[in-house]
């Protein structure tokens, strides 16, 4: 319809999605098949997810199928397709090591696989990208820095950030234990993005900020449930990266009319809207601002102004900016 349409136009950054979101569930059925691995569960119902815990562990399954260069090229190259389809002009792509099971110990020819899927993209004239590499919630401190140590020495350039995700609930408060990780790559000059207040509270994002020095925040939407740190946020100017269906099909909010991002952006929060892991979600960026637009009759000048948080919020350089501005 002409008001997706109208959507994809506006120009916007993405800055919280997976590439292990991106899986097309027909490829990953015929991998399965080639590869001799069952399946988790039949293919018509390989995207019921029961939870985060259980999407976590498809992600594994699915990440393990994914074992030459030229998977994971095509799955890059796909991706930034994909965004270009949704009008994003710039996008934060976080992929997490811990996933991919056929790459253990080759984090250099991991990222040049899928750097060179972006990098054909890109000349193709689809969207840029810049990869936010993760840390598992649920991995020690010492990987951790290990996993630090080898992209600081590795100094890929499409490498613009340092992440963490998974299941913050899992192991109680964790933000402690990746303090040093965090501050390693703060200090050689990688950004710093957090999932916090998606499976852990208000206390996650608070841990995020104080402890970790995140530049942006994945999720963060109950820190709703502590003024505080909703305060803490204003005043700091820290942006959440929000992903409304990831939020909803995932059990962390009943429902869209419910979700806290529209209490979020009139408290003064910087919010921008994203889609976690659009394929498996089964979602694109213009269908969640269509969502926020309905539930919360946002104006086009609110959707400009989100629109416009998320080119800021975003790790593209200033040049890259400027173009989307
Ligand atoms: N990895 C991919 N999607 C995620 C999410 N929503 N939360 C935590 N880790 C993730
Ligand atoms: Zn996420």
Same mark, same amino acid.
């Given at each position: 319809p002409l008001e997706l349409e109208r959507l994809r136009m506006l120009p916007k950054a993405e800055v919280h999605l997976h590439l292990e979101g991106a899986f097309e569930p027909a490829v990953l059925a015929q991998w399965a098949q080639e590869a001799g691995v069952p399946m988790p569960r039949p293919v018509e119902h390989l995207?019921?997810?029961q939870g985060l815990a259980d999407f976590l562990h498809f992600l594994d399954w699915a990440c393990g199928l994914a074992s030459t260069s030229e998977r994971l090229a095509e799955l890059s190259h796909g991706l930034s397709k994909r965004l270009a389809a949704s009008g994003v002009g710039y996008a934060d792509v976080i992929v997490n090591p811990t996933h991919w099971h056929a790459w253990d110990g080759r984090l250099k020819a991991m990222l040049d696989a899928i750097d060179a899927g972006f990098s054909a993209a890109e000349r193709e004239g689809f969207t840029p990208v810049g990869l936010c590499v993760s840390l598992l919630r649920t991995q020690s401190a010492d990987d951790a820095v290990q &996993? %630090?140590?080898a992209l600081i020495e590795l100094a890929h350039p499409r490498v613009v950030a340092l992440s963490i *995700? =998974? @299941?913050e609930a899992?192991? =109680?408060r964790t933000g402690p234990r990746f303090v040093e990780a965090f501050?390693?790559?703060?200090a050689a000059g990688l950004k710093r993005t957090v999932h916090a207040g998606e499976s852990s509270g208000p206390e996650g994002v608070r841990d995020a900020i104080e402890l970790l020095g995140a530049d942006r925040i994945d999720h963060g939407v109950r820190a709703i449930e502590d003024p505080g740190v909703v305060r803490l946020l204003v005043e700091r100017g820290i942006p959440l990266g929000i992903c409304p269906t990831s939020n909803i099909l995932l059990g962390v909010c009943p429902s869209i009319e419910r979700h806290p991002i529209e209490r979020l952006r009139q408290a003064g929060v910087r919010v921008?809207? @994203?889609t976690d892991d659009p394929v498996l979600l089964g979602t694109t960026l213009e269908k969640e601002y269509a969502l926020c637009r309905s539930a919360f009759g946002w104006s086009d *000048? %609110? &959707?400009r102004a989100v629109a416009r948080t998320s080119i800021e919020a975003s790790f593209a350089g200033e040049v890259v900016k400027d173009r989307l501005r």
């Open positions: 995207l019921d997810f &996993l %630090v140590n *995700d =998974g @299941n899992a192991a =109680g501050r390693r790559a703060g921008s809207i @994203n *000048d %609110v &959707l």
